[in-house]
Nanobody, 123 residues
C-alpha cells in the first residue's frame, strides 16, 4: 500500500497557474504508475493525467492537454501537476492515485488514493 498526500491547491484567477504535489510513502515509488483525478461539485470523479513508473510515458485528458504537465521525481517520492492557463471548469478537488498503469487509466478499484486538495479558479 502507498500513502499519498496532496498539496498545492488554492484559489487562482482564470488564466493563472498552480502546481500540485503528491508525496508518496510506503512502497518503493518506482514500482507503480501514478495519476491525477478531479471531482467538481455535483459531478463524478474524472481522469486528468497519468505517468508511468519511470516517468517516460504520460497521458492526458483532452480537456487539459497542452495546459497541464504531469511529472514525477522518484528520488523524492513525489509527483507533480503543473497547471497553466487555468479555466473556471478546472475547479474541483484534485486527487492523486497510485497503482498499476491500466488501473490508473481506467480508475480501477485497486488504487491507493490521497485525500485531495481543492483547486478553485475564479472567472
Amino acid at each position: 500500500q502507498v500513502q499519498l498526500v496532496e498539496s498545492g491547491g488554492g484559489l487562482v484567477q482564470a488564466g493563472g497557474s498552480l502546481r500540485l504535489s503528491c508525496a508518496a510513502s510506503g512502497r518503493t515509488a518506482s514500482s507503480y504508475a501514478m495519476g491525477w483525478f478531479r471531482q467538481a461539485p455535483g459531478k463524478e470523479r474524472e481522469f486528468v493525467a497519468l505517468i508511468s513508473w519511470s516517468g517516460s510515458s504520460t497521458y492526458y485528458a483532452d480537456s487539459v492537454k497542452g495546459r497541464f504537465t504531469i511529472s514525477r521525481d522518484n528520488a523524492k517520492n513525489t509527483m507533480y501537476l503543473q497547471m497553466n492557463s487555468l479555466k473556471s471548469e478546472d475547479t474541483g478537488v484534485y486527487f492523486c492515485a497510485a497503482g498499476p498503469l491500466t488501473s490508473i487509466a481506467t480508475m480501477g478499484n485497486n488504487l491507493d488514493w490521497g485525500q485531495g486538495t481543492q483547486v478553485t479558479v475564479s472567472s
